[in-house]
């Protein structure tokens, strides 16, 4: 097993990364919670994910003398809101939760976010585990404790930090991700390689249509996934809040979300809308003199080479995302804060630009 420790001002906690981890959770949530002999364990899921591992994961945690409570929350994007969140806090309060009692977060990004954000206002906070079971949620959005909903006006604009007790990770599941599934998460890895990670960017350029082959790799994804892991963990121990270094993270995430945003949640992935994002940041970035246009091709390659979408859908204009812009967490002064690529593997915070160059960014 690789652990990797993450710190936190709300207390410290470890990434366990190990394949078939799913089919021990119960060992590993008694081990996390050794002082609660024979209590619930409340855990929130999707149908989808449920009907894969839901038999498997009861066996297991009962067998551990842990009782689940079960609160599943619709598939998809698109049930990320408040009224989720309603619901699944009432599956709780009408099972009398207490607040020594943990809630484990079994799925992907959605679940991830909205079993975090539960977790936080439920009796003002009962200890969380993260158990993601897709690439996004397994290299990125389990760790760091940012929990969230969405909102008409925008992505991830209603929410809280709430680090975990752990973050539990099974390399293994991600064999049942559709292919599509599997090659949109590469838009977060990639991420990682463009904003500085050597050895990671060095795998990619060897590997990087083996991780997006319709064969599942199961030791080449481990490696991807600790990598990842290990990066997100360097930056969000540095900077919990978002203040600082951890909004280089963010990179490609201006125009995905806006992206997202304005097709309603909806069509297309995450991993796909952060790739367009990213091409859309070095095009900025070419365009404000900051960056030579080989930034670009070189990015516009390996995206590709991830089977991923390396233009704007012909339909998209800049005006259509321009208010969903607006709404970026990262304004400051009615302007954007923007991650834009210097050169491979450097990505750089710029706050004085012209806003014109903003439309740049959508390309066909």
Known sequence: ???????????????????????????????LFPERPA???GIVSNPLVWEL?????LESVSVAG??????LHPDGEIS?????VMDLLTVFLENRWERREPICAIGGGVTGDMGGLVSSLLLRGVPLVHVPTTV???VDSSIGGKTGVDHPLGKNLIGAFYPPKAVLTDPSVLKTLSLRERRAGLGEVLKYAFIGDRELMGLLERSIESLAGETFEEELWEETIVLCSADKSRIVSDDERESGARMLLNFGHTFGHA????????GILHGEAVALGMLSAARISVSAGLAGPEIFDFMKNLISRASLPISWPADVRFETLAPYLGQDKKVQGKQ???VLPLEPGKVSLVRDYDAALLSNGVFS
Do not use: W
């Not at 591992?53 to 994961?57: L, M």
């Not at 990320?80 to 989720?84: G, Q, T």
């Open 1 to 31: 097993m690789k652990t990797i420790p993450v710190a936190s001002s709300l207390g410290d906690y470890e990434i366990r990364i190990r394949t078939g981890l799913i089919s021990s959770l119960g060992h590993f949530l008694r081990d």
């Open 39 to 41: 209590s619930r364990i």
């Open 53 to 57: 591992y839901g038999k498997n994961i």
């Open 66 to 71: 842990l009782t689940p409570v079960i609160a």
């Open 80 to 84: 990320k809101n408040i009224a989720s």
């Open 136 to 138: 996004v949620a397994q």
């Open 259 to 266: 992206l997202e945003g304005a097709r309603g949640f909806s």
């Open 336 to 338: 954007i804060t923007l």
